[in-house]
């Protein structure tokens, strides 16, 4: 197995971050091993975690 990471320093506020990562409609378009074909749920989040006892 073989791990990528990378670190991008992005200058907008948080919450606007938190905003588009939020959306889970777009995921598909930004995945980079073609997992993701469509969001299971539209909804965004609107909390760090949206099922009790996940962090």
Same mark, same amino acid.
């Given at each position: $197995?073989?791990?990528? @990471?990378? +670190? %991008? +320093?992005?200058? $907008?506020?948080?919450? /606007?971050?938190?905003?588009? %990562?939020?959306?889970? &409609? ?5 995945? !980079?091993? !073609?997992?993701? @074909?469509?969001?299971?749920? /539209?909804?965004? %989040? &609107?909390?760090? @975690? /949206?099922?009790? !006892?996940? +962090?």
């Amino acid at each position: $197995m073989e791990n990528v @990471s990378a +670190t %991008l +320093t992005v200058a $907008m506020p948080a919450a /606007r971050v938190f905003v588009e %990562l939020a959306d889970p &409609t777009p995921h598909a378009a930004i995945d !980079g091993i !073609g997992w993701v @074909s469509e969001a299971a749920d /539209r909804a965004p %989040l &609107t909390e760090v @975690s /949206r099922y009790p !006892g996940w +962090t």
